[in-house]
């Protein structure tokens, strides 16, 4: 990802003063500063600083952005119609100390592509779960009968490699009977402006409706466990990992029932189990990757940054997604009246 640093304005000098959440070291730590020559001499900030929050500012100044005496630098201001006068002027004191401000969540776009896995749960619910795709450095650009036919393969894609024998059997004889697949949907996505920290704004923007590639109904993948499948609401959990430490440098999977034979001794997972369905999902980026050079993304969008993913882990005990059982009928037993 790249960002524009900014010339401070008025409005920037409070915080430059109080120094909070203000460095002065350049380049940033983990980025890569590259010069610019159109329209104007100007810089970009390649990368992401590997210290400080997202919220954070790295600060220079005009004389070493634009190199240049006074005269030359007032020259320059002069073109961008900016006058070295007022607040700022009384602040840096000559142009060459005006600040120019690099806030990694500023400045920056980024565009992916998302998918979405669907299908039905007992025919009663419905699950459901993402996959972000694209080209870190290069974003992707695609139109909506792309996105159709990127649909169509990462469908196609997933009913093979559900059925590939794997340590412990295949993906599809995993899931519960209860558990069809029905859809793939693809989309693309941008955002410029970064979400707050409370997961708050931004500007995420879906560039087009969802393209859905739907099974024939008929050759929907449909679980072939043996015995009884686990509530609906029970969920094996994929966390996807990247490169990039903490929160913004992981994703998670949920996927749908399995059947009660993939549990083990103290109501967790078999490991065995864990590792073929982490293994499916693993084969399925791959093949994808392969056919369209697209790599899994974890999307941060409070960093603006897209983080392909590196590894799959697999957690052996069971999650919840709870909005999977909101339409089943409770079916309420009278086991116990006062006498």
Not at 66 to 88: I, K, M, S, T
Not at 98 to 121: D, E, H, N
Not at 241 to 246: A, S, V
């Amino acid at each position: 990802m790249s960002a524009v640093p900014w010339l401070a304005g008025p409005e920037d000098l409070p915080r430059l003063i109080s120094g909070v959440g203000v460095h002065y070291e350049w380049p940033p730590p983990g980025t890569t500063v590259v010069k610019t020559g159109f329209p104007e001499p100007w810089v970009l900030v390649l990368g992401e600083p590997t210290s400080g929050s997202p919220d954070d500012w790295w600060v220079t100044t005009l004389g070493n952005v634009v190199l240049g005496d006074e005269a030359q630098l007032l020259e320059f201001l002069a073109g961008r119609g900016v006058a070295f006068v007022g607040p700022v002027a009384t602040f840096a004191g000559v142009a060459g100390h005006w600040p120019v401000i690099y806030q990694p969540t500023k400045g920056r776009a980024m565009r992916w592509i998302a998918s979405t896995v669907r299908g039905t749960l007992g025919g009663t619910e419905q699950f459901q779960f993402g996959v972000n795709w694209g080209l870190p450095g290069a974003d992707p650009d695609i139109t909506e009968a792309q996105a159709l036919t990127l649909a169509t393969s990462l469908r196609d894609k997933l009913a093979v490699e559900l059925l590939v024998a794997r340590t412990g059997g295949t993906a599809q004889s995993m899931f519960s009977s209860d558990v069809k697949f029905t859809e793939v949907g693809v989309t693309q996505k941008t955002q410029t402006d970064a979400t707050a920290a409370d997961g708050s704004g931004g500007n995420l923007n879906q560039d087009f409706d969802t393209q859905w590639a739907a099974y024939a109904v008929g050759s929907q993948p449909t679980g072939t466990a043996g015995g009884f499948g686990l509530p609906f609401e029970v969920a094996l959990a994929l966390t996807l990992n990247t490169d990039k430490r903490g929160a913004s440098g992981r994703g998670r999977i949920y996927l749908p029932s399995l059947g009660t034979t993939a549990m083990a001794a103290g109501g967790r997972f078999n490991p065995i189990i864990c590792n073929l369905m982490g293994a499916f999902i693993g084969a399925w980026f791959h093949s994808v990757t392969l056919a369209h050079t697209y790599k899994p993304l974890v999307v941060s969008r409070r960093r603006i940054v897209l983080n392909e993913v590196k590894s799959i882990t697999v957690g052996a005990v069971p999650d919840s997604q709870r909005r999977r059982r909101r339409s089943q009928v409770e079916a309420n037993t009278v086991a116990w009246t006062a006498p």
